[in-house]
C-alpha cells in the first residue's frame, strides 16, 4: 500500500472511533444515547431534507461535507454537552488540540482541506456553515422533543437556555425558527422544559 493510500486508510480506521462517543442526545425509537457517528448521518440527511429553508443560498454539498467532519474532533476531545458551561470552558482548546492530531494523518492537501471545512463551520461566519450550525442545532432538538424532553429534563434545561443555544437557526432560515420556537413553547407548556420568563 503506497503511503497516501495508508494514510487515508488509518485516518477512516481512526474516524471510526466517532461511533463509540456517546452524546446526551436520545435517539426516538429505543431512547438510547445517540452516539456522534448517527448524529453526523442524521444531520447530513437533515441538510438534504431542509435545505431549501435557508434564507440564504448555500451549497449543499459543502454543507453536507460540514456535517461529515463537524465532530470528528471529538474522537479525542469528547461531546461537550451544549448545556454544560464549565465544559464549554474548555472545548475550543481541546477540539484545537484534537484537530491537529487527526487532520494531521491525511495527506497534506486533503488534511487541510477537511481541517478548513471544520474551522469554516465553528466560525459560523458563511451562508454555507450558519445553514450548518443552523441544522447541527435543530438536529437533535428534534430528538429531544420527540422523546419527550427527557435529556433536557434529566439536566434541567430552562427555555431561556435552548432559545440561546438555537441562535443560529433564527440567523439561517426564518421557516426553520419558527418550527424549533413551537417545539420550544409547546415543551414548557408540557413540563419537559423549565420555564424562563416564570422565575
Given at each position: 500500500m503506497?503511503?497516501?493510500l495508508k494514510g487515508q486508510?488509518?485516518?477512516?480506521?481512526e474516524c471510526d472511533k466517532?461511533?463509540?462517543?456517546?452524546?446526551?442526545?436520545?435517539t426516538i425509537n429505543d431512547r438510547r444515547r445517540e452516539n456522534d457517528a448517527e448524529h453526523s448521518w442524521h444531520f447530513a440527511l437533515t441538510v438534504l431534507v431542509l435545505s431549501e429553508y435557508a434564507s440564504e443560498e448555500v451549497d449543499i454539498n459543502r454543507v453536507i461535507k460540514m456535517a461529515l467532519?463537524?465532530?470528528?474532533?471529538?474522537?479525542?476531545?469528547?461531546?461537550?454537552?451544549?448545556?454544560?458551561?464549565?465544559?464549554?470552558?474548555?472545548?475550543?482548546?481541546?477540539?484545537?488540540?484534537?484537530?491537529d492530531r487527526l487532520f494531521s494523518m491525511l495527506p497534506r492537501g486533503q488534511g487541510t482541506e477537511i481541517r478548513s471545512l471544520w474551522e469554516e463551520f465553528d466560525a459560523?461566519?458563511?451562508?454555507?456553515?450558519?445553514?450548518?450550525?443552523?441544522?447541527d442545532r435543530l438536529q437533535p432538538m428534534i430528538n429531544n422533543?420527540?422523546?419527550?424532553?427527557?435529556?433536557?429534563?434529566?439536566?434541567?434545561?430552562?427555555?431561556?437556555?435552548?432559545?440561546?443555544?438555537?441562535?443560529p437557526i433564527r440567523r439561517a432560515?426564518?421557516?426553520?425558527?419558527?418550527?424549533?420556537?413551537?417545539?420550544?413553547e409547546d415543551a414548557v407548556k408540557k413540563g419537559w422544559l423549565i420555564d424562563s420568563s416564570a422565575q
Open positions: 503506497d503511503e497516501r486508510v488509518g485516518f477512516l480506521l466517532m461511533k463509540n462517543i456517546l452524546r446526551q442526545t436520545l467532519v463537524h465532530d470528528l474532533v471529538e474522537i479525542y476531545a469528547g461531546d461537550t454537552y451544549a448545556y454544560d458551561a464549565e465544559n464549554n470552558k474548555s472545548k475550543a482548546e481541546r477540539e484545537n488540540a484534537a484537530a459560523e461566519q458563511t451562508p454555507d456553515a450558519c445553514f450548518a450550525a443552523a441544522i422533543y420527540y422523546t419527550d424532553g427527557e435529556s433536557w429534563k434529566k439536566h434541567g434545561v430552562e427555555s431561556g437556555m435552548v432559545y440561546k443555544r438555537m441562535e432560515s426564518d421557516k426553520l425558527w419558527q418550527f424549533a420556537a413551537g417545539m420550544v
